[in-house]
């Protein structure tokens, strides 16, 4: 089985684990401040760990804040992968003295937080059994990083109901590549987009990346793009989205996040005013 993780590491692959752990360094610094139980959801986890180049995917960027997470759930569909998977997050607990417990299994190591079983399948289908293992008072922090379309919206919806922020890969690419394909009711567009209305919208990428950015305004108060990343031939690959209902992490999105980590972009990506305003800023009012 040929999967993305079979090819080679590409720059703009690497650029969102940037915003992550960028992101994740000041959002558990100031979580832990303000609530007891905060959990990390991670569906398309990918093998954790890229060997060849020893760059760590989103479940390892995860498990490194200084501040862990109290529990961790990592989805993934690919048999092959998941295997790696599971494999590199047991090695890097041992290796970093994480006290695991890993289903039924307790480590004794210096720092403890609940690592489920990574779950090998689709987070499309596993939610629902993930949200009712989360007590209803934990903040959930949730990655969706799909190769394509195959996160569907009702399992935003279903995240969305929750106390939870939302960092979701948008496929600008993806998308473009089933322009005409997918016209049909069920499709995987309608899956994607939650409703067959999208078709009723201009098919450019811009106009629908507008549209989907405002059917999750309907779930979240807030919603920051970052600049659509490119690859060496300049064409837009994809875009961050992150959705929450919290005016502070808006903020340190727009103010702090997008800023730092568009430093590993073209200038022509940087938009200027938020260039103006972030060489004035200062993260400390924020914490």
């Known amino acids: 089985m040929r999967t993305r993780f079979k090819v080679p590491l590409s720059i703009e692959r690497k650029k969102k684990w940037h915003f992550l752990g960028y992101y994740l360094k000041m959002y558990t610094s100031i979580i832990k401040n303000h609530f007891s139980d905060f959990t990390y959801l991670d569906g398309f986890a990918g093998p954790g760990k890229y060997s060849t180049s020893k760059i760590f995917g989103s479940p390892l960027i995860a498990l490194s804040t200084k501040f862990p997470f109290t529990r961790y759930f990592f989805v993934e569909k690919c048999p092959e992968v998941y295997k790696e998977l599971d494999k590199n997050i047991k090695e890097f607990c041992s290796e970093n003295k994480i006290e695991a417990i890993i289903g039924n299994k307790k480590s004794s190591y210096k720092t403890e937080c609940e690592i489920n079983d990574p779950i090998e ?167």
């Open 121 to 287: 399948g689709d987070i499309n289908e596993w939610i629902d059994h993930i949200l009712k293992q989360i007590p209803t008072n934990s903040r959930i922090f949730a990655f969706m990083d799909p190769q394509g379309l195959e996160l569907n919206w009702s399992t935003i919806e279903k995240i969305s109901k929750r106390h939870s922020e939302l960092l979701e890969y948008y496929p600008i690419m993806g998308i473009y590549r089933t322009t005409g394909k997918c016209e049909a009711e069920g499709s995987a567009r309608d899956k994607f987009f939650g409703t067959h209305d999208w078709i009723k919208q201009s098919q450019t990428n811009e106009a629908l990346l507008d549209y989907y950015i405002n059917r999750l305004k309907s779930l979240y108060t807030y919603v920051v793009k970052t600049p659509p990343i490119k690859n060496l031939k300049n064409s837009k690959i994809y875009c961050l989205l992150f959705a929450t209902d919290s005016k502070l992490a808006k903020d340190l999105w727009e103010k702090f996040v997008i800023h730092n980590c568009t430093k590993i972009f073209n200038e022509e990506d940087v938009p200027a005013y938020l260039e103006k305003e972030c060489k004035q800023a200062t993260l400390t009012k924020y914490l």
